[in-house]
């Protein structure tokens, strides 16, 4: 007995459709995942950003040199 496979146009349903919304559905965990280390990124580049200007600003004051 063999198999026989049914093309969505034969059987009426859009099984590319069908299988491209479930990997869609399937990556949601992952894009939410990259987001939120995009994010920390964008928020350590800040803080490293302040840090570095409060240390700027430090040195100003405290520099003895002028």
Do not use: C, H
């Not at 990556?27 to 840090?51: A, H, T």
């Amino acid at each position: 007995m063999a198999d026989m496979r049914i093309g969505g146009l034969a059987s009426g349903m859009d099984t590319d459709q069908i299988i491209k919304d479930l990997m869609k559905a399937e990556r949601i965990p992952l894009d939410k995942l990259e987001q939120k280390k995009q994010y920390l990124e964008w928020q350590r580049d800040d803080y490293r950003d302040m840090n570095k200007m409060v240390f700027d600003f430090s040195n100003l004051i405290f520099d003895e040199d002028d």
